[in-house]
């Protein structure tokens, strides 16, 4: 029997290998269709200094600064993205999206192979593929440099954790090398993965407890005291390896992660920093104890939600996979919680709490696999197909627009257009800018455009090399582009002018950014070859 097992082994893990090979070509080679992003040229910045830091050009000391706290991050993303910028010749920003994509990647075969430890092959598939069909994941793998790979690493942690062996938990010296590479990587992004290290510690030293005192094996107390003294050894080779792409930590390396932490966790990110919710203007420090439950409900396709409210059903499977689902629960529970008791500041939708996703869908896929276990399997299997149909026909319809995904349950994008922050990352801008290229081409006419915000149309058309960029506050420009974001009456009111050029926009017709007349349109009108809007 045992042979006749093998070839389905080594079929699935073929299949599982090509699966994972052709969703990485397909992501890197999407990421190209995705436009700079509020932050990236203040992080290319960082990731060309930590490039002058490796080569010995730039004293470690210059990364002892408060500019725009970026000091208090480690520099893992940036790092790879600046030296496969200088392997590959093109655009700064394709390369950093490229980078991007890569680990957005990882989490998703991170999530695969965690799930399939923890529930199943089935749920290892189904884990896989709802995480990469998210529409806001998938549109975040493009562009989010910090909370994307960090997501992954914490989802790598939990699968190391969870998958012990729990009527004998036993920490192998294998398993701790994958665990404190995976935390010290995650250092590398955030400090916040140092809470990794106390999760991994609580889970596995409670775990080990708990099985030496209700089990009757001889060596359940060394075992624990084995334990404990490999959690220890983890936390002392993870937080030093933690600073290895983190200059400023470096200079005190069990000491300034923690101290990095503190900070980040205590700072007004966003003081004076509105974000619309519900249609009002809120101050991001001062948001609604509802304003996290409600942009998972909204942001979250709806088999994701059924299957996480279905993953209960794998209680009933014994003892391994009941404390992987409580595992997995409280990660993904606390952080929400924590942050609605302590009124986080939170802006940009939930981005910063990105980590709580992956984790999220894993209970999903296992809910949905206990689910088609049951004599409601059919039932379950339609219900299931037409789930996966739902975020896959957006995510097609609405590339590269994927992070302004919203339930169909509250309407999808039109409903949320002017109640809630839309394309916070202006992904679309390059749209606008990629129209004024064909324009400018086909009409023959080379163009000067402005807007807002600049940086991104001035990063955008770096790609073309028919547009020109100017300030807005130099009057020659003959085009002006505007990103869709702001009050809930701007808003309403940009949609309905009379003056619009060109708008990118949703499959369902949401307005996302413009393209209007700017103060020298009239001396080039009569040239361009413009369609009505």
């Not at 708990?210 to 220890?232: H, I, K, S």
């Not at 770096?462 to 505007?482: E, S």
Request: with cysteine.
């Amino acid at each position: 029997m045992a042979a006749a097992t093998m070839p389905s082994a080594r079929t699935h893990r073929l299949a599982a290998i090509a699966a994972a090979l052709l969703l990485l070509v397909t992501m890197v080679a999407l990421s190209r269709d995705f436009g700079f992003t509020w932050d990236e040229r203040f992080q290319q910045h960082y990731a060309e200094q930590l490039w002058q830091y490796a080569h010995g050009e730039l004293p470690r000391s210059a990364f002892d600064t408060d500019e725009g706290n970026q000091y208090l991050y480690g520099g893992l993303v940036e790092l790879v993205a600046v030296s496969a910028q200088h392997a590959v010749h093109a655009d700064t920003y394709v390369v950093r999206h490229a980078v991007n994509a890569l680990f957005g990647w990882a989490g998703i075969v991170i999530a695969g192979l965690a799930a399939g430890r923890a529930f199943g092959r089935r749920a290892g598939w189904l884990a896989a593929v709802l995480l990469t069909l998210a529409p806001r994941y998938f549109g975040d793998a493009m562009n989010n440099p910090k909370d994307v790979p960090f997501a992954a690493m914490a989802m790598a942690v939990l699968g190391i954790t969870l998958t012990l062996d729990w009527t004998r938990p036993r920490l192998s010296w294998s398993r701790a090398a994958l665990l404190a590479t995976a935390i010290a990587l995650s250092i590398n992004i955030r400090p916040l993965g140092l809470v990794l290290l106390l999760y991994a510690a609580g889970v596995i030293g409670l775990g080990s407890l708990l099985a030496a005192v209700f089990t009757g094996d001889e060596q359940r107390w060394p075992r624990f005291g084995r334990n404990v003294l490999m959690l220890f050894v983890v936390g002392l080779v993870a937080v030093p390896a933690g600073t290895l792409v983190w200059p400023y930590a470096q200079a005190q390396p069990f000491v300034r992660p923690l101290t990095a932490f503190i900070t980040t966790t205590q700072l007004d990110w966003a003081q004076g920093f509105d974000v619309l919710f519900a249609g009002q203007n809120v101050g991001a420090g001062s948001l609604p104890s509802t304003y996290v439950p409600t942009w998972l409900l909204m942001t979250l396709p709806p088999v994701v939600l059924a299957g996480f409210a279905l993953s209960w059903l794998v209680m009933r499977r014994g003892l391994q996979q009941a404390v992987a689902w409580g595992g997995l629960l409280a990660f993904a529970s606390v952080p929400v919680v924590a942050a609605i008791v302590r009124h986080a500041t939170i802006y940009d939708g939930i981005r910063h709490l990105l980590f709580v996703v992956p984790p999220m869908v894993v209970l999903a896929a296992a809910g949905w696999s206990a689910l088609l276990e049951t004599r409601a399997r059919v039932i379950g299997m339609l219900l299931l197909t037409l789930g996966l149909a739902e975020p896959l026909l957006f995510q097609l319809r609405n590339h590269p627009n994927q992070i302004i995904y919203f339930t169909p349950l509250m309407g999808g994008p039109q409903a949320a257009f002017a109640r809630y922050d839309m394309d916070y990352w202006g992904n679309s801008v390059l749209q606008a800018v990629a129209w004024t290229d064909r324009l400018a081409r086909e009409s023959g006419v080379p163009l000067v455009v402005s807007g807002n915000p600049i940086q991104a149309v001035d990063a955008n058309a770096a790609r073309f090399k028919t547009l020109q960029v100017v300030a807005r506050a130099n009057l020659v420009y003959h085009l002006d582009i505007r990103l869709m974001r702001g009050p809930s009456e701007s808003l309403r009111e940009f949609a309905a002018r009379p003056d619009i050029l060109y708008t990118v926009r949703m499959a369902d017709g949401t307005p996302l950014c413009v393209v209007l007349p700017g103060p020298a349109f009239l001396s080039v009108s009569d040239r361009l070859k413009l369609e009505t809007p």
